[in-house]
Each structure stands twice: as structure tokens, then as C-alpha cells.
């Protein structure tokens, strides 16, 4: 049976995240073609090793995506070594700390929310930006970004990043309304507890534990059930969807 992804050209920004690794990974099981991107060199080269066990062309490249011109240079980069784009996936963003997280409004400051909108937003804006006409050019492809679901309902903590996280939502509609004629597809990935490192190992056991009850399947999500989000997706299996907000939560925010 031929490969849900056999023939394409993704590009993951990201790459390094446990979550990143993970869509790698299942994006070269699924036969595509890689561009891998982050910022932590020797992590970045272990991602690549496990994505090429599959046989499939995988190239990565380290590099700061909030740094002006990087994107261009990225998507420069997978035209240069595959010669098109098909799937974009962003998993860039301003790195959790407690210490910001729990800052009321009053207590954050412009430096700080520009820094966050910067890391969370712009980035991928500009990623975009290059993407597009490139998509435009070669019949289509789908734009996969990463929001919270603060952004979706709210949360009283937070307010810093939630900021950013929703104007992703946003970009995600912006690109399908002017882009859905062009056979591009958007989506913004809204997640809430999800296992990763950065955000569990913070907490206290009673931490994770309250969280893990706040959805209805009592548990944190793991980063492999997001990356395979990603995949379906990525394939022709939602081509009929566009501009859309996936919550992955275990059902903590419905609508």
C-alpha cells in the first residue's frame, strides 16, 4: 500500500521538541521527505538519524527562526534540496517558564510581550510568507501551525502567551480565505496538557495530577497522539477542511 505521505516535501519547524521529533518521525514512517529545523544542533542530529532509519531524504539544518530573514533562508534551504514544499509544520514558540506564566496583566511589560509574540506568532507568520507563493507555484500544500487551548476559551493564567497563541488562529484563517482557491490547506493545532518535558517537569505531582483530571479521559496527552494529528492532516484524508482550529486536549474544551 503506498505511503500516506510517499512523494512529499515537509518542512518541520521546531524539529527539536519532543513533539517536533515526534511528527519527524512519523512524517519519514509515512514516506515523506524532510527538511528538519531547530535550534539545539546535537538534538536536531539525533532527530535526523531517527527519521532517515525510514529511507527517506532528510536534510537539517540549525537555525533560529526568530532571527529577521532565517525563514526565507529555511525555506530557501528545502527548495534548494527537494525542490518544493508541500507541508509546513510549526512547532516554534517562546520556551514555558512558571515565573511568566502566573504574571497578572498589570505585571507584564512590552519587552516581554513583544519577545513572546516574536517567538509564538512571528516566526511562523514569516515562515509563511515564504511558503505561499511557493505552494502557490507547485498546485497546493498545507500549512500546519500551533496555538493553545487558552487561546480557544480562555484561562486565567497565562495571558502573555495566550496573546500570541491567538493570533495564530487568526493567521490560520487568513491563509485559507485567501488561499483555499490555490489548493492550500491551513490548521492551527490547539493544545492543552500535553507531556512534554518542558511543561510536566515543572510541576509537583499534585500539579500533574489536577491536570491530568482537568479532561474528560483523566490523563496528559502524549506528543506522538499529537504528531499523528499532524500526519492526518498532512494527507488527503481532510482535503475538504481548511482554516481550522484541531483542540487536542482529551476533551477538556468542546464546542
Same mark, same amino acid.
Given at each position: 500500500m ?7 516535501? &515537509? ?8 513533539i517536533? /521529533?515526534?511528527?519527524? /518521525? ?8 524532510? +527538511?528538519l529545523?531547530? /535550534? ?9 538519524? #531517527?527519521?532517515?532509519? @525510514?529511507?527517506? !531524504? ?7 527562526? =526568530? ?10 534551504a ?15 514558540? @517562546?520556551?514555558?517558564k512558571?515565573? #511568566?506564566?502566573?504574571?497578572? *496583566?498589570?505585571? *507584564?511589560?512590552?519587552?516581554?510581550? =513583544?519577545? #513572546? ?6 516566526? &511562523?507568520?514569516?515562515?509563511? !510568507?515564504? %511558503?505561499?507563493? %511557493?505552494?502557490? !507555484? ?6 500546519i501551525?500551533? =496555538? ?12 502573555? @502567551?495566550?496573546?500570541?497563541?491567538s ?19 491551513? @490548521?492551527?493545532l490547539?493544545?492543552?496538557?500535553? !507531556? $512534554? &518535558? #518542558? =511543561? ?7 500539579e /500533574?495530577?489536577? +491536570? ?7 490523563r ?24 481550522? $482550529? ?8 468542546m &464546542?
Amino acid at each position: 500500500m503506498r505511503s500516506p505521505l510517499a512523494g512529499k516535501v &515537509s518542512v518541520i519547524l521546531g524539529a527539536t521538541s519532543e513533539i517536533g /521529533r515526534e511528527t519527524g /518521525r512519523v512524517f519519514a514512517e509515512s514516506g515523506s521527505s524532510l +527538511l528538519l529545523v531547530g /535550534r539545539r544542533g546535537e538534538r536536531l542530529n539525533e532527530v535526523g538519524e #531517527i527519521c532517515s532509519r @525510514y529511507n527517506v !531524504r532528510v536534510r537539517t539544518l540549525q537555525a533560529d527562526l =526568530t532571527v529577521k530573514g532565517v525563514p526565507k533562508q529555511v525555506i530557501e534551504a528545502a527548495l534548494e534540496a527537494f525542490g518544493r514544499v508541500d507541508v509546513l509544520v510549526s512547532y516554534v514558540g @517562546y520556551q514555558f517558564k512558571r515565573e #511568566i506564566w502566573f504574571r497578572e *496583566l498589570h505585571e *507584564l511589560d512590552e519587552e516581554l510581550v =513583544t519577545e #513572546i509574540f516574536r517567538a509564538d506568532f512571528l516566526s &511562523s507568520f514569516s515562515a509563511v !510568507r515564504e %511558503v505561499i507563493p %511557493v505552494m502557490r !507555484r507547485s498546485g497546493g500544500g498545507t500549512i500546519i501551525l500551533t =496555538t493553545s487551548t487558552p487561546a480557544v476559551s480562555w484561562h486565567v493564567h497565562g495571558a502573555a @502567551y495566550t496573546f500570541a497563541k491567538s493570533a495564530i488562529i487568526s493567521l490560520v484563517r487568513s491563509i485559507a480565505a485567501e488561499n483555499g482557491r490555490y489548493n492550500i490547506r491551513s @490548521y492551527a493545532l490547539a493544545l492543552g496538557n500535553i !507531556r $512534554t &518535558s #518542558i =511543561t510536566y517537569d515543572s510541576l509537583d505531582v499534585d500539579e /500533574r495530577r489536577r +491536570l491530568a483530571e482537568e479532561s474528560p479521559m483523566r490523563r496528559w496527552g502524549e506528543p506522538e497522539e499529537v504528531a499523528k494529528v499532524a500526519l492526518a492532516l498532512a494527507t488527503d484524508a481532510f482535503s475538504f477542511v481548511n482554516g481550522q $482550529t484541531i483542540v487536542i486536549d482529551g476533551g477538556t474544551v468542546m &464546542s
